[in-house]
């Protein structure tokens, strides 16, 4: 069984910054993916950002150039950085690892607030 923990979600102002990071159980070696998604109020969770275990990313077209995922073997974690944020990035984040296998597990998820 793997745990997600989330932390770094708040309330920041349009054109700030956040970062997030999920710390996991295990190693995130044995990992196929990791990667961030979002819920905003009334609308599907969609995918953020992606990262495989061969290091290849991508993400969604709306934070492409503004948020950058990374991983960190050494800390067991996959972090979000997120720049210039605006009003419409407003969501729960969650974090979400994909074993081969055994599927996807999920973080309890952080709300990220962007508002003046």
């Known amino acids: 069984q793997v745990q997600l923990v989330e932390s770094g979600g708040g309330l920041v102002q349009p054109g700030g910054s956040l970062r997030l990071s999920c710390a996991a159980s295990?190693?995130?070696?044995?990992?196929?993916?990791m990667g961030w998604y979002r819920q905003a109020a009334g609308k599907q969770r969609v995918l953020v950002a992606r990262?495989?275990?061969?290091?290849?990313?991508n993400y969604a077209d709306s934070v492409k150039g503004r948020f950058t995922i990374s991983r960190d073997n050494a800390k067991n974690s996959v972090d979000l950085q997120m720049n210039s944020l605006k009003p419409e990035d407003t969501a729960v984040y969650y974090c979400?690892?994909?074993?081969?296998?055994?599927?996807?597990?999920w973080g309890q998820g952080t709300q990220v607030t962007v508002s003046s």
């Open positions: 295990v190693i995130i070696n044995t990992f196929n993916a």
């Open positions: 990262i495989t275990s061969g290091g290849g990313t």
């Open positions: 979400n690892v994909y074993k081969i296998w055994e599927g996807d597990y």
